[in-house]
């Protein structure tokens, strides 16, 4: 079986798209497990101190996880956000994590210019001009 090869992220993918824009990515976790809460993040990710190492969270061992989280929580601008079980409940596990986006994105100490969505969803009532991008997390750094 061919590997895939590793792309790493330098924040070039979103200088195209707009070099004076500032980016959010906004991902989630949770959406698997039978239980407990949906976790989102917004992060905008300073141009000129993009870790090094930067890829998809899958791609990388819990070492390497672990070293860019703290490099990425010293630069950058990062919002977080839940949608617990009841939440979950209320409105099925899409309609939380789309709630859970939009409460990170919110969160940001800053409104970013634009926002980029891991996945195939843009959540309803963002403040900026968003995009959802499937397999972002393996295409913009700040995803």
Do not use: W
């Not at 993918?13 to 698997?32: N, W």
């Amino acid at each position: 079986m061919a590997r895939k090869p590793v792309i790493l992220l330098d924040g070039t993918q979103e200088r195209a798209l707009d070099p004076q824009a500032r980016f959010a990515g906004i991902d989630e976790v949770g959406r698997g497990p039978l239980a407990g809460p949906v976790t989102a993040a917004a992060v905008v990710l300073d141009p000129d101190a993009i870790p090094n190492g930067l890829r998809d969270s899958k791609a990388l061992t819990a070492a390497q996880r672990e070293a860019l989280f703290a490099q990425i929580m010293a630069c950058a601008q990062v919002g977080i956000a839940f949608a617990g079980p009841a939440e979950i409940d209320r409105l099925n596990i899409r309609g939380a994590t789309l709630a859970a986006m939009r409460r990170a994105l919110a969160a940001l100490p800053a409104p970013p210019d634009h926002a980029l969505i891991d996945g195939r969803d843009v959540p309803p009532g963002l403040p900026v001009s968003a995009q959802a991008v499937v397999k972002g997390d393996s295409a913009y750094a700040c995803i």
